[in-house]
Structures are given as C-alpha cells and as structure tokens.
C-alpha cells in the first residue's frame, strides 16, 4: 500500500474511473484505516478528479443486526467527512501550486457512495450493480431498447443479468409495476437467488462454478404472473415477468428471441467492470 | 385454487441485514386451513362415501392428534438453532446469537399435518427436578418423536448417558414413542470422524440399554449440521415416520418416475423443505439438494412478484383483445408449474405444486428434455392422484367462486402483511 502511495503514485492513480475501497468494520485500528483511506483518496483527487469513490463497509455480519444501521451510519459519517477533509486539502494545495485544476468539481462530485455488505447475504449484489451500473458504456441505449421490447410484449419488468456474477446489467419496469411492487431490494435479491442457484446447480453437476449452468427457466405462477429467465446475449441472460397466460407467454418468448439481435452489441469485446477501476481497502475481498 | 406458492405471504426478506430485525413468529400461509380440519372433513366424508368403512387405521395412535416433535438435549447441543433455522428460516449463521432457552418453547406448525415442535431447555432436567414436577403426560402423552440433539464436536458421554436415562424413564410408559437421535454440528468432522462417532454412540446406547432389558425400543441415528442440507434430510425422514399410508405415496413416486424418466421425485412441505415422501430409488443427498434449492428459487420469485395486490384494472386490462377471455381460461394451470433446463446434459428439473403445502419436484434423466409434452401429462395425473390422497379435493364450484375466494385471499394478504 505504501508503495502505491509513493513510487508508484502518479502511475496507479492516474485515469482511474472507480475506486472501492473497503473497510472492514471489526477493524482493530480504525483511525489507520482512516488515514491510509484518506491518504487514498487524496491521490485519487490529485491524479484523477472525475475518479467516482465507493465505499464498501464490510463484514457487517459481524455486528448484531439491531446496532448495524447506526454502526454503518457512524462510519460512514466519518468517512465522509475524511473524504471532504482530503478534498479541501487538495483543491487549496492545487490553487497554490497549479496542479490539476479542480475548480470544477464540487464537494458532492467527490461524495463517496457508501454500502453496508458482507459476503453471508445479498448486499454486496447491491453495492457491485450500482458500480457496474456506473460503468456499463451505452446504458442509455440499452435501456431504451429493454423499454421498447417491454411495452412490445406487455412486460411487468424485464432485466439483464451478467452472466456470470448475475448482476443485474440494467432492467426496464412498467410503470404500474414499479409504483406497486413493494419490492425495492428484488433486483440484487434475485441476483443473489441466481447466483446461488447457479452454485447448486454446479454442485450437482460436477462443472465449474463459473460455466454455464442453466439455460432455460420458466416459472408460471397460476393466475398471479409468469416469469421466464433465458440466455440472451453471450454475455447475459435476460429475465421477463409477465401477467399470468399461456398465449402472453408464448408470444414474449418469441419477441425476446427476435429481440436479441437488436442487444448484439452487448457482447462487444470490452468487458465493462475490468476497465479503470481499483479495488483496495483494509480487508475483505471476495468474488462476487 | 388460492394456493400457498402462488400466493405467498411476503415473509420478511432474511438475507438483508438492513431489514428490520425478524420477527419470531412463525410462518402461516395466509391460505391456512388447519389440517386437523381437513382431516376433520376428509374423514367424514370418507365415511360417508364408504358407509361404514372407518379410514385405515394408522401405524401409531398418534395421527389423530398433532404430533409433536420434542428437541431434548444438553445445553447449547443446538436445538434451538434447530427448530429455528428448519421451522424459522434463520439463517444459520445467526444462530450465534440465540439465547440460551430458559423454559419449553412451544410451535405449532400448520402444514399438510398440523404438528408440534417442542423446544427443551437443555439446563433443566425434567425427571429429576428439584424445583417442579413436569406433568410426562402433558409431555409424553401426544407425542410423535423425541428428538435427541448431541453436540458432536463437544464430549457427548454425559449427553449419551442423559439419553440413556431419559429411554429407561420412557420405555415404562410410552413405550410407542419413537427415539431420534441426531449427532448434531458435524459440519467440519471428517467423513471417517463423524462415522466412527455415529458408531460408538450407537454402541453405547445398545449397550447400557440391553444391560437395562430394554431391547426392543426403536431408535435411529442421523448425522446433522444447520449448515447444510443434512438437519432438512434428518427431519424429513422423522417427519415421513409420522405420516400415515406413506407407502402408498412413494408408490405413486415410485411410479411416476418410471414412466416419466425421472431420476428422483420428491413431495415436499412448501414451507420447511421437509420431503415427506420420495420414490424408492436410492436416497441420493446431491437429488435432494437441488430440488430442495428450486423449491427456494421458486419461493423467492413467488414472493418478489406474487405477493402483492395489483392494481383494481389489471385484470379487466388482460382480458381485453388480443386475448379477450376470462383470466382463468387464459392460463394453463391454476396451480405454480415451473421447469428449467441444466446445461451439462440438457437435464430438466420440474416442479408442480399439489396444494397450498405441498409441491412435488423432480429431476430428469439427462436428455430427456424432448419429452417434456408426455411428462407434463403424467405429472398432472400424478398431481391429481396426490390431491386426492390428502383428500382435498376442489370442486367445480371454488372455480366460479375463484374471484371471490382469490379476492378474500389477497385482502388477508394486505392486512396481515
Ligand atoms: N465475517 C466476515 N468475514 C469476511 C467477510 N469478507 C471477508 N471475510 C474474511 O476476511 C478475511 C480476509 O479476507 P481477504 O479477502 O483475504 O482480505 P483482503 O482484503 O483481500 O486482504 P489483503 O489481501 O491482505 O489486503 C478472510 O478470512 C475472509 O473469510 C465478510 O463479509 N464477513
Ligand atoms: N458448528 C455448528 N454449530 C451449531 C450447529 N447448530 C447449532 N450450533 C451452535 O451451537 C450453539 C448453541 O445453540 P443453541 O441452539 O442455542 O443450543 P440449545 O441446545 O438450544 O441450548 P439450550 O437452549 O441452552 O438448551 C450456537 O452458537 C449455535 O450457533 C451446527 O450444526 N454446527
Ligand atoms: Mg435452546
């Protein structure tokens, strides 16, 4: 760590899009975790300003469930504060010596988004969609696209999931549904089902964890709603639920396999999470 | 009609921590009918349709009733975690922090047969108690199993010696009570460790026991952890001891999947992933496993999409053109059917639910995935053949009534979450 902070400063630090950093919350020496943290971010600020910071707060399982949200806010509150610290800090230094001009960029550009996660529950699915979703190039087409095949086919909500983690890549909700559903963690809720899914499935067949494990999944819940979940592009696979009946059901299958073609582009030869991002932190890595 | 996959309540979400600490209350399915009442009526009408003919009697005279499961142990052997993770879905890993029971606590468990569960303090010894005398009949007098949890990563004399006791005490007067044993925390023993255990718990117990004269009381063994799969195995087969006319269902299994290609069938309890019945195929831990894990799949797309009243013109909305039929006739089946294909050999796993309890999964043959069309046919016969064993037969009139009924249901739903 400390070599990245000195040598190797201008090299790890420069084009950097997204920095995670993660602090483990049963840390035994929180105030050097701060200072390395700050010493990070000051760097960050130095050689990459437009740099987006999260802030994973990890091994919240450790903390008994009551005193986890105060816990969480608590540090997070600190680290806020450290980031805005090293911020001030950087902007009067760059004024005084002509280093990268930060004029442009305000407190809140800097303001790192924070999660509360552990590897034992579904909040790290969390945490990784909102950066993917942040890193994913032409989010904007594909959402337009996702709404259009959604409205064709009367969908209540489709998305994308990457293949191989389940993150949710992006997704399209009718507006009915997104005002009604009462589910507003489903998203990183499934992707921890499929995800999980996808392990048993490779327990049960002796294939890696990390190939391809099912193809076709559908679900038809009476009267109540159908979901299907499907191989889509090489590097997704796409879930629609529909209003419950067979002919609906049939008809969306066929639309989404015509609608592949229009997601081709999905499968270019970026993949989005490896470019310009930086995990580092005290503890805690894990593959998602 | 209104059934509990299709229509679950929202049970809290257990894999978030930021959600509201869960409560402790157990599970109901908002569709609950208490089984003692289907017994109630199936009987009646059984004997009206039969005339005289009393239903089989069963193997145990505790059908009648609720059976009830006793969790009895040495303090901190796990049963707490026990009941709580198979009946409560806690996850297993906040075990750690449960308390130590200080009284019995009691659960009733409204599923396809109503049952009790009965969690012990492990500190108080309930024959030889200086401070109270526990009434054995209120105790011992229903009883459908007596669960015996000893900690296998601790010394387990004293715990063997305790069981021994407690048998020697039981034989006397409820000598039909069946004795369970589970060698519980096995998670991280070996193989060979936790078979050489499995052994010499055994052996003591036979032992002391025949120096005592008693040689006939019926005991099992299972090796179990909370961790894995291995505490659902164990309760399912205790469970399947108290179900009366089982062979008769694993017949059907047993049947269906000949015909059908399948490697392994299982009927399961929505709500515990107990199986209460499985074709005679060999048992295979890995079958069970995964079907137990669609059953989650399942529950979490259930309860992330079904569990919520939809707006008032949803319904009016789909059955306009293109498709202008009645809701009820668009689908094809009013009860949750599900499939999925596994890549490594093009090998389907279904699932069917059967009624507001029970779901039947199975898992294929690799390959036989063209054959899906004649499969369904004889799943849906299997289904009704099920349905009519627990005797809840739907008559035509629910399905006019649907609306209605779904209706109330939904409101149930809204109130009570
Ligand atoms: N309880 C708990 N333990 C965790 C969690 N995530 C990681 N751990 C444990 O933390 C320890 C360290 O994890 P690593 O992933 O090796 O940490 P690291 O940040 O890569 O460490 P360095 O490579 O030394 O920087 C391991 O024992 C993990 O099992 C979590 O969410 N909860
Ligand atoms: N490793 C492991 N630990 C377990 C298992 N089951 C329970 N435990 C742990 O054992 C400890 C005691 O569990 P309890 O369920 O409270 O024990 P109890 O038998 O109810 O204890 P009393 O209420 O005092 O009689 C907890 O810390 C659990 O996490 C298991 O299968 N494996
Ligand atoms: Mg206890």
Known sequence: ?288 | MATSLTKRTSSTEHRDPHSAPRSRGLYISPATVKLNHIYEQNRQRQQKKDGVKAPEPTATPLAKGKPRLLLMGQRRSGKSSISSVVFHKLPPNETLYLESTARIQKDSLNSFMDFQVWDFPGQIDIFDNPNFTFDMDAIFGEVGALIWVIDAQDDYLEAVSKLNATILHLQRSYPHILIEVFIHKVDGLSDDYKLDIQRDVTIRIQDELSDQGVENASISFYLTSIYNHSIFEAFSKVIQKLIPRLGQLEALLTSLCRTCRFDKAYLFDVNTKIYIATDSSPEDVASYEICSDYVDVIIDFTEVYGSWQRSPGWRAKLEQPPWPKRLEDQIGCDLAESGMILSDAQRPIILREVDRFLALVAIMHEGSYDKMPLINMNVDEVVKGLTEFFEITKPKETRVAGKDSIQGQMEQLALGS
């Open chain 1, 1 to 288: 760590m400390e070599n990245y902070l000195s040598q190797q400063r201008a090299h790890v630090f420069s084009n950097v899009g997204v920095l995670i950093y993660v602090f483990d919350i049963e840390s035994r020496d929180v105030d050097r975790d701060l200072f390395t943290y700050s010493n990070i971010v000051s760097a960050l600020f130095q050689f990459s300003r437009d740099a987006k910071i999260f802030v994973l707060i990890h091994k919240m399982d450790l903390i008994q469930p009551q005193q986890r949200e105060a816990m969480f806010d608590a540090r997070v509150n600190i680290i806020r504060r450290k980031t805005f610290e090293a911020f001030a800090l950087i902007r009067k230094q760059n004024r005084e010596l002509g280093g990268q001009d930060t004029s442009g960029v305000s407190e809140a550009d800097v303001e790192p988004q924070a999660f509360a996660t552990s590897i034992w529950d579904q909040s790290l699915y969390k945490a990784w969609a909102s950066i993917i979703h942040d890193l994913v190039p032409n989010l904007s087409v594909i959402e337009t696209q996702l709404a259009a095949l959604g409205a064709a086919i009367e969908a209540e909500e489709i998305l994308l999931f990457e293949r191989t983690s389940f993150l949710v890549v992006s997704k399209w909700t009718s507006e009915t549904a997104a005002r009604e559903n009462p589910f507003g963690d489903r998203f990183e809720r499934l992707s921890n089902v499929l995800k999980a899914w996808k392990h048993t499935c490779s327990k049960y067949t002796g294939t890696p964890r990390n190939s391809e494990q099912f193809t076709d999944f559908e679900y038809k819940a009476g009267a109540n709603f159908s979901v299907f979940v499907t191989k889509f592009t090489t590097n997704t696979y796409i879930q629609v639920v529909l209003p419950p009946g067979e002919a609906r059901f049939n008809a969306a299958k066929l639309n989404v396999a015509i609608a592949r073609s229009w997601f081709k582009f999905l499968d270019g030869p970026s993949a989005p999470v490896a470019t310009g991002s930086a995990v580092t932190g005290s503890s805690g890595d894990y593959a998602a």
